[in-house]
T-cell receptor, first 114, second 111 residues
Framework: QQQVKQSPQSLIVQKGGISIINCAYENTAFDYFPWYQQFPGKGPALLIA?????SEKKEGRFTISFNKSAKQFSLHIMDSQPGDSATYFCAASNQAGGYNKLIFGAGTRLAVHP | NAGVTQTPKFRILKIGQSMTLQCAQD?????MYWYRQDPGMGLKLIYYSVGAGITDKGEVPNGYNVSRSTTEDFPLRLELAAPSQTSVYFC??????????FGQGTRLTVV
């Protein structure tokens, strides 16, 4: 059972464009939704995270939009740069249980062309 | 601070061999995790620990064992390696429910 579904699998964007990655979840007990960025040969690193009490969170060029009723959340990268080329993972966890067991999406490989 | 350190970075095992993947963190984090990453599959949680002496199973624990005798170390043991365990393994740590920091990974091939 895939609890977090991520799309698209790969994405090509021109420099300066907007990159949009979508995720959908099934478990309504999830209460923490982070996005991780991973460069080749490196471990994932936290990019931005949101909790379901807000519908949007913005940090610099990165914005998470959250739709609780649809059980969907998305990552928008504004003014995409070649340095943003990486694999992006959405994730979810139920932190109310006292744990931080992240359930990851399958990942999106983003390529930003100059 | 070195953060989360994993050793080795690469390893080739023969079917049936065993090995231990090492993970150490110097951030005094109480929570530690082991994930495996397969192409197109994201990361799957193998085991986790909320403190020394406390471990529990994640999504895909079969074929693995862990121990947590100190706050700093969280080794992952593979017994009787199988080709299905070919993967990239990531260790992570966090201070409770705060941000999880990942190591650089161990790429394991079982032949």
């Amino acid at each position: 059972q895939q609890q977090v579904k991520q799309s698209p699998q790969s994405l090509i964007v021109q420099k300066g464009g907007i990159s949009i990655i979508n995720c959908a979840y099934e478990n309504t007990a999830f209460d923490y939704f982070p996005w991780y960025q991973q460069f080749p040969g490196k471990g994932p690193a936290l990019l931005i995270a949101i909790r379901p009490d807000v519908s949007e969170k913005k940090e610099g060029r990165f914005t998470i939009s959250f739709n609780k009723s649809a059980k969907q959340f998305s990552l928008h990268i504004m003014d995409s740069q070649p340095g943003d080329s990486a694999t992006y993972f959405c994730a979810a966890s139920n932190q109310a249980g006292g744990y931080n067991k992240l359930i990851f999406g399958a990942g999106t490989r983003l390529a930003v062309h100059p | 601070n070195a953060g989360v350190t994993q050793t080795p970075k690469f390893r080739i095992l023969k079917i049936g061999q065993s090995m231990t993947l090492q993970c150490a963190q110097d951030m005094n984090h109480n929570y530690m995790y082991w994930y495996r990453q397969d192409p197109g599959m994201g990361l799957k949680l193998i085991y986790y620990s909320v403190g020394a002496g406390i471990t529990d199973k994640g999504e895909v624990p079969n074929g693995y064992n862990v121990s947590r005798s100190t706050t700093e170390d969280f080794p992952l043991r593979l017994e009787l390696a199988a080709p299905s365990q070919t993967s990239v393994y990531f260790c992570a740590s966090s201070y409770g429910l705060a941000e999880a920091f990942f190591g650089q990974g161990t790429r394991l091939t079982v032949v």
